[in-house]
T-cell receptor, first 113, second 113 residues
């Protein structure tokens, strides 16, 4: 899997939008961009994924740069419950043998009340 | 609710004493994974089962083995735990071929004394 680069940590105020960046300059044409988050003392949970177009779901939005070398996870209104480590992961769609994920360092998001 | 269940949530074993961690799923997913997550690190894939086919990661120590007797259950066996094997062990499942999300269990925290 291609590598991703994320800031180690970010801070946000409650009820404000949060933009979590991810750089993936070596992304290939068949790599999907996945985001997972891990709340304290829990297993990771899926947040969102995309290939080329921006994506929205109930949890977040994913904005993908036109050249696909970077993406941004957007939490529209941060809550205290959103404090977690957010992982940006590239997954090769050609890898149908098992949908493996390679986790990088992630961004620890802290939300202040 | 369909889910991934891991038992026990906390396991204490002695140095060198074999230990087995268990994972079950009600999602009927054909792929199951085991990850190791050490303190302040990202999850690291140990191996996965695609149906009955076992796939070991190249750098997974021989000390770690796995069994999948049926679709619903998967076990992680650590034959001779060392102090360095103390970690959170995460089980996850997914459907192959859909290239989408993995569902994680809450993890088992292993302590080696």
């Amino acid at each position: 899997d291609a590598k991703t680069t994320q800031p180690n940590s970010m801070e946000s105020n409650e009820e404000e939008p949060v933009h979590l960046p991810c750089n993936h300059s070596t992304i290939s044409g068949t790599d999907y961009i996945h985001w997972y988050r891990q709340l304290p003392s829990q297993g990771p949970e899926y947040v969102i994924h995309g290939l080329t177009s921006n994506v929205n779901n109930r949890m977040a939005s994913l904005a993908i740069a036109e050249d696909r070398k970077s993406s941004t996870l957007i939490l529209h209104r941060a809550t205290l419950r959103d404090a977690a480590v957010y992982y940006c992961i590239l997954r090769d769609d050609l890898d149908n043998a098992g949908n493996m994920l390679t986790f990088g360092g992630g961004t620890r998001l802290m939300v202040k009340p | 609710d369909a889910m991934v269940i891991q038992n026990p949530r906390y396991q204490v074993t002695q140095f060198g004493k074999p230990v087995t961690l268990s994972c079950s799923q009600t999602l009927n997913h054909n792929v199951m994974y085991w990850y190791q997550q050490k303190s302040s690190q990202a999850p690291k894939l140990l191996f996965h089962y695609y149906d009955k086919d076992f796939n070991n990661e190249a750098d997974t120590p021989d000390n770690f083995q796995s069994r999948r007797p049926n679709t619903s259950f998967c076990f992680l066996d650590i034959r001779s735990p060392g102090l360095g094997d103390a970690a959170m062990y995460l089980c996850a499942t997914s459907k192959a071929g859909e290239a989408y999300e993995q569902y994680f269990g809450p993890g088992t925290r292993l302590t080696v004394t």
